[in-house]
């Protein structure tokens, strides 16, 4: 469970606030009797978008003549986890230099991205041991 809404109801009894629902419909979100928020799929921030916004109603007098409904939102982000590889945007490459190249000539420039954000998209170059 991500959450709990509640919403209560002045009067008592059989018109008292007893039946909540998801309004706005995303079916990876669903709520228990007890306006409990309860996540039932699964998120790909990198796919899908990353904030997502869902209406909770509660009605009361469940089978009554007269009925009333109220409305809140759940705003609900989806953070980052560090589920993407950096990929090389440059391929392999082939080089040739002269046998006298003086000392710190660059010779290439490879660049690598990363789909994460933050620290999970951060980058550093390495040329492997061995
Ligand atoms: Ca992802
Ligand atoms: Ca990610
Ligand atoms: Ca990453």
Known sequence: MIGLVEATDANNGIDGVTTYSVVEVDSRFRLDDNGGVIV??????????SSILITISAVDAPGGPIRYTAYTNVSITILD????FPIFTTNHQYKSLPENTPVTTSIAQFIAT????????QIRYYIPPG
């Open 114 to 121: 990363d789909i994460d954000i933050g620290l999970n998209s």
């Open 40 to 49: 039932f799929g699964f998120f790909d921030r990198e796919v899908d978008v």
């Open 81 to 84: 986890i560090n589920d993407n």
